[in-house]
């Protein structure tokens, strides 16, 4: 029988200290030197999927009810659905167990299509601002929120996790195919403050720490 090998898009010039086999992916869990952050942390091993109806208000993932109005955010059981436009949502699998796939014909998987990246922890917004317009500070939207449009001239969708006067953070995703140039951008960004590439245990802690 065949393995299945399935790689991320991204690959940080960092020495991984602990990696994990998970659902056929290699991840890494900690790297050497991860710094004080803030942090880039590659999640393009956890599920993704796309949701599309014409009455996508009377689906309910996993018994999930949807958020009413887009840009609005709902996490629940390690799940962030995301609620894109009148018809479409996206689903995010970013903590514990991976859930079943969902059923029917109004889910698309979209985990190999796409790259999956979390930013975190000091001076985020001060690395975003070089890179994109788009106003994870708006004062009128709590976390979760999504916002939609270019980030380094990319089309992502991008979910404000945290935004305090201690920390702040988000998850995004965009097109597998600018991954390399996606993270490239970001480091050079994020370089006069110190951002390391970080593991998926860095990620996790920072999410129970956010959300328990």
């Known amino acids: ?52 109806d014409s009455d996508v208000d009377s689906i309910q993932p996993w018994g999930i009810q949807l958020p009413d109005s887009p840009g609005q955010c709902v996490f629940q059981n390690g799940i962030l659905i995301n609620r894109m436009n009148r018809t479409q949502a996206s689903i995010w699998h970013l903590s514990g167990e991976k859930p079943d796939n969902p059923d029917g014909a109004a889910f698309s998987d979209v985990t190999d299509a796409t790259v999956f990246l979390a930013l975190f922890g000091k001076d985020i917004f001060a690395i975003t601002e070089k890179l994109t317009s788009l106003d994870f500070l708006d004062f009128t939207k709590q976390p979760p929120f999504l916002l939609q449009g270019p980030f380094s001239h990319v089309p992502c969708q991008m979910v404000t996790l945290e935004k305090t006067a201690t920390g702040s953070g988000l998850v995004f995703t965009c097109s597998r195919g600018y991954a390399r140039d996606m993270t490239a951008a970001i480091l050079e960004a994020g370089e006069e403050f110190g951002i390391h590439p970080a593991g998926e245990n860095t990620f996790a802690n920072w999410l129970d720490q956010l959300w328990g």
């Open 1 to 52: 029988m065949e393995t299945l090998i399935r790689r991320s898009p991204v690959s940080f010039d960092s020495q991984s200290l602990k990696t994990g086999m998970r659902d056929d992916w290699t991840v890494v869990l900690e790297y050497e030197d991860e710094g004080e952050g803030p942090y880039l942390v590659d999640l393009s091993h956890r599920a993704r999927w796309d949701l599309q």
